[in-house]
């Protein structure tokens, strides 16, 4: 597997840290744009490389999830960006929470 391959701030911590990942890499890639369309901000917008490596990569530190949010909306974000590929949820996990959520 071939790591820092992508968009940085999309990318999940084990890719751009050149670690073994596996398809969850994408769950936190998936959330990142969740993160981007909810917001209207870019994930880590604020961070240079070097700083998104340390802070978000090896520190473990995400945006703010908005207090607007429905829980179970910032439940699923929180999980989507979890550090631990073992703790993201798998994608049809995913897709039935967000086909769960209320539309308003």
Known sequence: LTGMTGSLRYMAPEVALSQ?????????????LLY????RRK???FM???????????GGNRPPLGKA??????????????AELAERPEFEAVVRAL???PRE
């Open 20 to 32: 073994p990942y596996n398809h969850k890499a994408e769950v936190f890639s998936f959330t990142s």
């Open 36 to 39: 981007h369309m909810l917001s």
């Open 43 to 45: 994930p880590f917008e």
């Open 48 to 58: 240079t490389p070097s700083v998104f490596l340390r802070e978000a990569c090896r």
């Open 69 to 82: 949010w429905p829980a179970q909306l910032r439940g699923l974000v929180a999980a989507g960006w979890s």
């Open 99 to 101: 086909e769960a959520m």
